[in-house]
């Protein structure tokens, strides 16, 4: 069975408010690197911050719900399994498989796709909170790349027809989209591996990247 876990530190509790977003610092210490250099140094010389958490798809032979892996669990980390192979949503929607393509926010939010029938879907989950469905599509569409920032704002390519679309998506709006690029109604003829940045307001444009082809040349890196 495929579990979708998120793993955080024990010595840090995440908010379960996305729309109270504070951007994380990490605390003095006197913990070393594995090279023996103090972490405020990393501070000073502008190294990128450490999450004290992080998503990932753990495929786990005959795991239920309410049991422990057969691997050891380290007890520096607390392990919540965010959704699962055979599960049902509150609102009665079957996810039949969990795609290993995983987001993760600073706040917990976790933004995965779930296979269903006929397509796929994207969700977004925070513990102790159900998985919500942010696409809430009823086709044979299939999502990919997703990327969720610190605003809750979800980017993801999909796939339907041999067309592809990259769109945004708010966790605390669902099914209401901003489409970005489509294969049908510009000059792409592929579009691929959308990224997105985070926004200094909540309501505010966030940027977003992907790869897009314009008929037959070269693929080349886009934003808005």
């Known amino acids: 069975m495929a579990c979708l876990w998120l793993i955080r530190s024990r010595s840090r509790k995440l908010k ?24 405020r140094g990393f501070r000073r010389a502008g190294a990128a911050r450490l999450l004290p958490y992080l998503a990932g ?45 995983v987001s993760v926010n600073e ?20 513990a102790p909170y159900d998985p919500v ?5 009823g086709d044979a569409r299939q999502f990919m790349f997703p990327q969720i920032n610190n605003h809750g704002v979800i980017v993801a390519r999909e796939l339907l027809s041999g067309n592809s679309a990259v769109r945004t998506w708010r ?17 792409f003829s592929q579009l691929t591996l959308p990224t997105i940045g985070n926004m200094p307001f909540p309501n505010s444009q966030p940027i977003v990247g992907f790869l897009g ?12």
Not at 107 to 126: E, K, R
Not at 213 to 224: K, S, T, V
Request: aromatic share 12%; with cysteine.
């Open 107 to 126: 706040h917990g939010w976790v933004a995965f796709i779930a296979t269903m029938d006929p397509g796929s879907n994207l969700f977004a989950g925070q």
């Open 213 to 224: 082809r314009e008929g037959d040349l070269p693929f080349a890196y886009y934003a808005n």
């Open 57 to 101: 798809f753990v495929m786990v032979l005959g795991l239920t719900f309410d049991q422990q892996p057969a691997f050891g669990l380290s007890p520096l980390y607390e392990y919540t399994v965010i959704a699962r192979e055979g599960m049902h949503t509150v609102e009665g929607e079957y996810i039949a498989g969990i795609k290993p393509e």
């Open 171 to 187: 966790v605390n709006n669902p099914g209401d989209f901003t489409l970005l690029a489509s294969t049908t109604v510009s000059a």
């Open 16 to 39: 379960n408010d996305c729309s109270s977003i504070q951007p994380f610092r990490m605390r003095s210490g006197t913990g070393k690197s594995s090279g023996g250099s103090d972490l």
């Open 133 to 137: 469905n942010i696409s809430m599509s």
